[in-house]
């Protein structure tokens, strides 16, 4: 979290910061199913969906380079012209430079 943030917002973050790593786990949950072959349809829309909620929360804490590979995340997820399983390595770094940008904010 920035440190310039204003302090209400930063009460506001330590009540959401579960929601938004547990978000997060959902995308690592869907990155090692595809790693596995086992990324169905419904675990991709589930990931898109977190993905697009992440993208607007982060934003709203100044984490902006979270929000642009979240947003990133989401248009992979959506765009029906990335064959799976091809396109594993691609998810899976993507949530993996997700996982290290927010890093520094998980909780202790």
Known sequence: MPDQIHPVLAKVWLQFREMIFHRVAVLEDAANGAKQGELDDEVRQSAMR???????????????????????????????????????????????????????????
């Open 50 to 108: 977190e993905a697009h909620k992440l993208a607007g929360s982060l934003g709203t804490f100044g984490l902006m380079e979270g929000t642009r590979i979240a947003r990133e995340i989401e248009h992979f997820l959506e765009d029906p012209a990335n064959a799976w399983p091809a396109a594993t390595r691609q998810f899976v770094d993507l949530v993996a430079a997700l996982d290290r940008e927010l890093a520094p904010h998980r909780p202790a």
